[in-house]
């Protein structure tokens, strides 16, 4: 179920969409976007499937067009005029109206899933968790990139979506991936968690 909150995130974003590429964020998160790939390709250096969740006009996927030149690219995000941007500026990706709970995906199907600055916005986290855990190959990796607050501060706000290292850490294990990375990107705001899908998968 969509809720009041999220339909007004999806507008809000459906307006801000033309302007997104030329707004202040974006000086974040080209350092952001590098951070990941770099952790990624510790991992696995040559993905042949990567997913971008909340893709945005799709420069994250942009950057691992030149990183994995050969590899399939998909995104997806539920506001349309983000994926009307994505597919004119990534035609060689597939991009989904859709979102992170519900993914458009076979089981067992993409080496690599990333997520920069969405995760907040997700209406059901831990499901969709399970959805990247589901499209995963065993082996195959999640990256996350968010914003994050204290330990302390998230036992007071337990009702926000922002949350703590520890939290986010959690849902990586309920999900039945192994946090192998985890650290601050050059801000103190956005931490960085990579996670690995065992054989055993969920």
């Known amino acids: 179920m969509v809720t009041n909150d999220s339909t007004m995130d999806v507008e809000h974003f459906n307006r801000?969409?033309?302007?997104?590429?030329?707004?202040?964020?974006?000086?974040?998160?080209?350092?952001?976007?590098?951070?990941?790939?770099?952790?990624?390709?510790?991992?696995?250096?040559?993905?042949n499937t990567v997913l971008d969740i909340g893709c945005g006009t799709g420069r994250l996927l942009c950057k691992a067009h030149t990183l994995y030149p050969s590899a399939q690219l998909f995104g997806i995000d539920p506001a349309e005029g983000m994926v009307e941007l994505a597919r004119g500026q990534v035609p060689t990706a597939t991009i989904y109206l859709g979102a992170a709970e519900s993914l458009p995906l076979a089981d067992s199907?993409?080496?690599?899933?990333?997520?920069?600055?969405?995760?907040?916005?997700?209406?059901?986290?831990?499901?969709?968790?399970?959805?990247i855990s589901r499209v995963l190959r065993s082996g195959g990796c999640f990256c996350l990139a968010d914003i994050s607050i204290p330990v302390w501060l998230a036992k007071f706000a337990r009702?926000?979506?922002?949350?703590?290292?520890?939290?986010?850490?959690?849902?990586?294990?309920?999900?039945?991936?192994?946090?192998?990375?985890?650290?601050?990107?050059?801000?103190?705001?956005?931490?960085?968690?990579?996670?690995?899908?065992?054989?055993?998968?969920?």
Do not use: C
Not at 17 to 25: G, K, L, P
Not at 164 to 179: C, I, K, M, N, Y
């Open 109 to 131: 199907s993409v080496d690599v899933v990333l997520s920069s600055i969405s995760f907040h916005h997700w209406n059901d986290q831990l499901a969709a968790f399970r959805e």
């Open 159 to 202: 009702h926000i979506k922002i949350k703590s290292p520890a939290a986010t850490g959690q849902f990586f294990d309920e999900a039945g991936l192994q946090v192998k990375v985890q650290h601050r990107t050059f801000t103190r705001f956005i931490w960085l968690t990579l996670g690995v899908k065992g054989s055993r998968g969920i």
């Open 16 to 47: 801000w969409s033309r302007t997104y590429d030329d707004s202040w964020i974006q000086r974040y998160a080209v350092r952001v976007h590098t951070e990941m790939l770099d952790v990624v390709t510790n991992e696995i250096a040559t993905p």
